[in-house]
Nanobody, 122 residues
Framework: QVQLVESGGGLVQAGGSLRLSCAAS????????MGWFRQTPGKDREFVAA????????LYADSVKGRFTGSRDNARNTMFLQMNSLKPEDTAVYYC???????????????WGQGTQVTVSS
């Protein structure tokens, strides 16, 4: 079955950096668009970034553009999110997800990881 496993979350001070990873198995990774979303208690899941399966182009939410960089390694079935200049408002559970056709909308994603907590202290 399909599994997505995030890692790399943790506690960091404002201005610091973290690198999240998402290891995928059970799917043809290069055929899927891969997304990062985040969620805080009481709020809807929010789009962060998406890296397209074909060509590897990336989309970003305005709130992270210029600070976060998404990438993928199709040979290793792994996706990454490099997060720099972190702010307290970036604190959330970060999820990776896989979609054949989706990009920004979570409802178009078919598979989800369990999430990893990112906490940014001020």
């Amino acid at each position: 079955q399909v599994q997505l496993v995030e890692s790399g979350g943790g506690l960091v001070q404002a201005g610091g950096s973290l690198r999240l990873s998402c290891a995928a198995s059970g799917l043809s990774f290069y055929n899927y668009n891969m997304g990062w979303f985040r969620q805080t208690p009481g709020k809807d899941r929010e789009f962060v970034a998406a890296i397209m399966g074909s060509g590897g182009s990336a989309l970003y939410a305005d709130s992270v553009k210029g600070r976060f960089t998404g990438s993928r390694d199709n040979a290793r079935n792994t996706m990454f999110l490099q997060m720099n200049s972190l702010k307290p408002e970036d604190t959330a559970v970060y999820y990776c997800a896989a979609s054949r056709f989706g990009a920004r909308m979570p409802e178009y994603y078919d598979y989800w990881g369990q999430g990893t907590q990112v906490t940014v202290s001020s």
